[in-house]
């Protein structure tokens, strides 16, 4: 069965820095895309970033400058380390795989349970 | 970069019913849009990909159509269970969602 399991989340002050971190089992995470993706209370779905099985990483543009998206093959872990923290910042983030497929697009599947990261002073 | 919207924002339906969810793209998709589910406290589901493929576990009574920039997700005889948030997505850009009630 693959899964992931984020941690890392908690209560940062604004400008502060935090890192998630996404352990999957039941897949190689180096032989798959992993994405980001955030909720802020009582909103919808927001993509944050992504890293390929290549090595590329990509960032929404809320994020770009602020978080790294990195990842530790030997662990089976990925990693977004967020810094200079926002208010704004404040959501449950998930780490999903990111499943890619020519002609039909992208999804994600499956999702981990979330970590709440809440920038509060 | 493509917006989806979906409607109505919230479709309030009873137990056995049959519910039809709405997303727009604001420009035409291939065949790549996915639905998925989501409860309180829990992470999102993956309910359809490729527009009309149900995933691993998925029931028959969901079902996904559409072409271009209209897409449907259909819930045929809603069971208790199917109350929830229902989110599209296509590439990297979520609908605002479409909550199901009661």
């Known amino acids: 069965e693959v899964q992931l399991v984020e941690t890392g989340g908690g209560l940062i002050q604004p400008g502060g820095s935090l890192r998630l971190s996404c352990v999957a089992s039941?897949?190689?995470?180096?032989?798959?895309?992993i994405s980001w993706v955030r909720q802020a209370p009582g909103k919808g779905l927001e993509w944050v970033s992504v890293?390929?099985?290549?090595?590329?990483?990509y960032y929404a543009d809320a994020v770009k400058g602020r978080f790294t998206i990195s990842r530790d093959n030997s662990k089976d872990t990925v990693y977004l380390q967020m810094s200079n923290l926002k208010m704004d910042d404040t959501a449950v983030y998930y780490c999903?795989?990111?499943?890619?497929?020519?002609?039909?697009?992208?999804?994600?599947?499956?999702w981990g349970q979330g970590t709440l990261v809440t920038v509060s002073s | 970069e493509i917006v989806l919207t979906q409607s109505p924002a919230t479709l309030s339906v009873s137990p056995g019913e049959r519910a039809t969810l709405s997303c727009r793209a604001s420009?035409?998709?291939?065949?790549?849009l996915a639905w998925y589910q989501q409860k309180p406290g829990q992470a999102p589901r993956l309910l359809i990909y490729?527009?009309?493929t149900r995933a691993t576990g998925i029931p028959a009574r969901f079902s996904g159509s559409g072409s271009g920039t209209e897409f449907t997700l259909t819930i045929s005889s809603l069971q208790s269970e199917d109350f929830a948030v229902y989110y599209c997505?296509?590439?990297?850009?979520f609908g605002q969602g479409t909550k199901l009630e009661i």
């Open positions: 999903a795989r990111d499943v890619a497929e020519a002609g039909t697009g992208n999804w994600f599947d499956p």
């Open positions: 039941g897949l190689t995470v180096s032989n798959n895309y």
């Open positions: 890293i390929y099985s290549g090595g590329r990483t």
């Open positions: 420009e035409s998709l291939s065949a790549s």
């Open positions: 490729a527009v009309s």
């Open positions: 997505q296509h590439f990297r850009t």
